[in-house]
Structures are given as C-alpha cells and as structure tokens.
C-alpha cells in the first residue's frame, strides 16, 4: 500500500511537500533509493539518492543517509521533497517559436544565432533564459532547480526543431530515448559539390581536433562512433546540393564533420570550411556569391519525432527551412532553370 500525504501532487513540487509509503512484504529487502524509484516514477534514483544523502528521507522516525539501506516490510518511509530552488540562470525574453507545450515538456523552432545553454562567453540571452521566461511556473524542477531540461542541443547557428523537458520525468525519459537513438531526426542542408553516389552514408568515429580544440574530426581512435545517411534532395550543377540528413547517431558536430571529411563541407560553414571551395567555380556568378557569402553553416533540423514520456503517444514536428535558407536556395536556383 503506498500512502501519500499533504496532498502531494508529482507534477507540483513548488513548495515542500512530505510522501509517506508502507513497505509492504514483497517489496522488503530492496535498497531503500531503489523502492522509492520503483514506487516514485516522477523523480530519478539519482535524484532521490542525493535527497537521502542531504538528509530528507525518514525510516520510522529515523533519518536515513545511506540510499543503500534496506526496506524492511512493514517500515515507514517518508521521504520530504523540498521545494524547486531559482534557477541558477535567469528568466530573459528570448524569441523562439513554440510548435507543441505541455506540463511535461515544450517544442520548439530554434532560430539560428541562439545559443542552447549558458556558457562562458554567452552566460545570458541564451535559449534556456527564453525556456525560463516562457514556461514560469510550469517548470516543475530538474534535479531540485527550476530550470528546462535540455536533452539535445542544436549549435548556435543551426536553426530547427528541439525538445526540452519541463519535468524531471520527461528529461529521464527523453534523455534515455535520445541515448538509445529511439529518436526520429532529420536535417536539411547545402553542402558544396555534388554527394557521389546520390544517397548513401558518411560513417566515421568523431572525437576532439588534436590541433584546434573548437573543432571535431573523424579519428581513428578515442572517438565515439557515428553514422549519417544522407540524400541529395537537389542538385545545382555540380556546384552545391541540397541534402537530407538523417542521425542513426547523436554526436557534436556530426552532420558538419561527416560532409566536410568526405569533400563537401556545408556551405557557411565558419569551423569546417576553411578556405574557397574549387566546386563554387563551376557556379553561376550570382549563386557563387550568394553561397560564398551566407554567414552561417547552412543547416536546419527540419523533423524531430519521439514518443510522449507520459502519454505514450508518437509526436511529430517538422519545420520548413528558414528565411535565409530559402533565400540561398532560389539564388542557387536562379541561373539553373
């Protein structure tokens, strides 16, 4: 029998809220952290193995330190969950499209030039200040702050559709589903030459540039593995394509890695494309200029699909290519028809 008290709601811990349970016989000789995981599907063992070792957990009267303690049938347990604390950064108005918003988690369109996450260097006018802003109170706490959970990140000028978790269920759910690559993502870019064969995949392990530390590269060792099938949606010439990238991995930089190391470096690209590109000399004047002065990688992540942590239900979002893109694309266009 599980009891909850002070009229306990999972989806509101703004303030300190106290949850008694009953070990009951067959749940006896369970780690006490790993009995309440099992019994308190809105927070994570990690989180509540640091609320027991903070000391918030009872055991018939008793505070309990050690998340390895064992339940004994028929013990009280009452663990007290305090409340969300400020997040650390803080509430800014961002301008950011939202496709989809629940108690649970929030959709969105990324534009480009927005950073995810504070850091040094962009400590605000980031996307989480926006999430912050935006969702107020509905933040319900991510490892004990009221802050977005943010399970992928999108570079600061890549544009397109994420997903950021409102609650500590969701941001466990989604990074589990992001870790095992349940996740449907999808890309659009132009990319400098003409991908040969037409459609196919760039395989390689990507790790950290030995020789600049801002830059990824494939390497033959120390790298995580990772995988992108692409396919050339339109080709201008021989000049530049446009192309359909989807993720059978997850790793920093992979798409911009992938083509840059196989000949066709995504056009803006300001880290991968270091110097002209001997394709943009078969392009028309126009398209050549229009390319070799877009100011950012030409990439936006233009579908996102995953199943809803709490309702079970399969979401789908896609977005079009924004402003800028569209704009490169008719210049590419222009002198081809």
């Given at each position: 029998?599980?009891?909850?008290?002070?009229?306990?709601?999972?989806?509101?811990?703004?303030?300190?809220?106290?949850?008694?349970?009953?070990?009951?016989?067959?749940?006896?000789?369970?780690?006490?952290?790993?009995?309440?995981?099992?019994?308190?599907?809105?927070?994570?063992?990690?989180?509540?193995?640091?609320?027991?070792?903070?000391?918030?957990?009872?055991?018939?009267?008793?505070?309990?330190?050690e998340?390895?303690?064992?339940?004994?049938?028929?013990?009280?347990?009452?663990?007290?969950?305090?409340?969300?604390?400020?997040?650390?950064?803080?509430?800014?108005?961002?301008?950011?499209?939202?496709?989809?918003?629940?108690?649970?988690?929030i959709?969105?369109?990324?534009?480009?030039?927005?950073?995810?996450?504070?850091?040094?260097?962009?400590e605000?006018?980031t996307?989480?200040?926006?999430?912050?802003?935006?969702?107020?109170?509905?933040?319900?706490?991510?490892?004990?702050?009221?802050?977005?959970?943010?399970?992928?990140?999108?570079?600061?000028?890549?544009?397109?559709?994420?997903?950021?978790?409102?609650?500590?269920?969701?941001?466990?759910?989604?990074?589990?589903?992001?870790?095992?690559?349940?996740?449907?993502?999808?890309?659009l870019?132009?990319?400098?030459?003409?991908?040969?064969?037409?459609?196919g995949?760039?395989?390689?392990?990507?790790?950290?540039?030995?020789?600049?530390?801002?830059?990824?590269?494939?390497?033959?060792?120390?790298g995580?593995?990772?995988?992108?099938?692409?396919?050339?949606?339109?080709?201008?010439?021989?000049?530049?394509?446009?192309v359909?990238?989807?993720?059978?991995?997850?790793?920093?930089?992979?798409?911009?890695?992938?083509?840059?190391?196989?000949?066709?470096?995504?056009?803006?690209?300001?880290?991968?494309?270091?110097?002209?590109?001997?394709?943009?000399?078969?392009?028309?004047?126009?398209a050549?200029?229009?390319?070799l002065?877009?100011?950012?990688?030409?990439?936006?992540?233009?579908?996102?699909?995953?199943?809803?942590?709490?309702?079970?239900?399969?979401?789908?979002?896609?977005?079009?290519?924004?402003?800028?893109?569209q704009?490169?694309?008719?210049?590419?266009?222009?002198?081809?028809?």
């Amino acid at each position: 029998m599980v009891i909850m008290q002070n009229g306990y709601d999972p989806s509101l811990p703004v303030k300190e809220t106290a949850v008694s349970f009953t070990v009951t016989p067959e749940q006896a000789g369970e780690r006490i952290d790993r009995f309440l995981a099992a019994t308190m599907e809105t927070l994570s063992r990690s989180r509540i193995k640091s609320l027991i070792e903070e000391g918030h957990l009872a055991c018939d009267g008793v505070c309990i330190r050690e998340p390895a303690a064992i339940a004994r049938a028929g013990m009280e347990v009452v663990l007290t969950i305090p409340p969300a604390a400020p997040a650390v950064p803080q509430g800014e108005d961002i301008s950011f499209t939202v496709l989809y918003e629940d108690d649970d988690l929030i959709v969105l369109d990324k534009p480009a030039g927005l950073v995810v996450h504070p850091a040094p260097g962009n400590e605000t006018g980031t996307l989480v200040n926006g999430l912050i802003a935006h969702c107020g109170e509905s933040l319900k706490g991510i490892g004990g702050e009221r802050r977005p959970g943010i399970v992928h990140r999108l570079d600061k000028d890549t544009s397109g559709v994420m997903v950021a978790a409102k609650t500590e269920m969701a941001h466990q759910a989604l990074s589990e589903d992001f870790a095992a690559r349940r996740i449907d993502r999808a890309y659009l870019a132009f990319c400098w030459g003409l991908p040969n064969p037409a459609e196919g995949d760039f395989e390689g392990a990507i790790g950290r540039d030995k020789r600049d530390r801002k830059r990824m590269a494939l390497t033959p060792k120390g790298g995580k593995w990772a995988l992108t099938h692409y396919r050339t949606l339109q080709a201008f010439g021989t000049g530049a394509a446009l192309v359909a990238c989807k993720l059978a991995t997850g790793r920093t930089h992979q798409i911009r890695v992938h083509f840059s190391a196989n000949g066709h470096p995504l056009i803006g690209d300001p880290l991968y494309l270091r110097r002209i590109p001997a394709a943009s000399r078969v392009l028309p004047s126009a398209a050549r200029a229009a390319a070799l002065d877009f100011p950012r990688q030409a990439l936006h992540a233009a579908r996102l699909g995953f199943i809803h942590p709490r309702t079970g239900e399969k979401l789908l979002f896609e977005t079009p290519m924004p402003e800028d893109m569209q704009v490169l694309e008719r210049s590419l266009k222009a002198d081809q028809e």
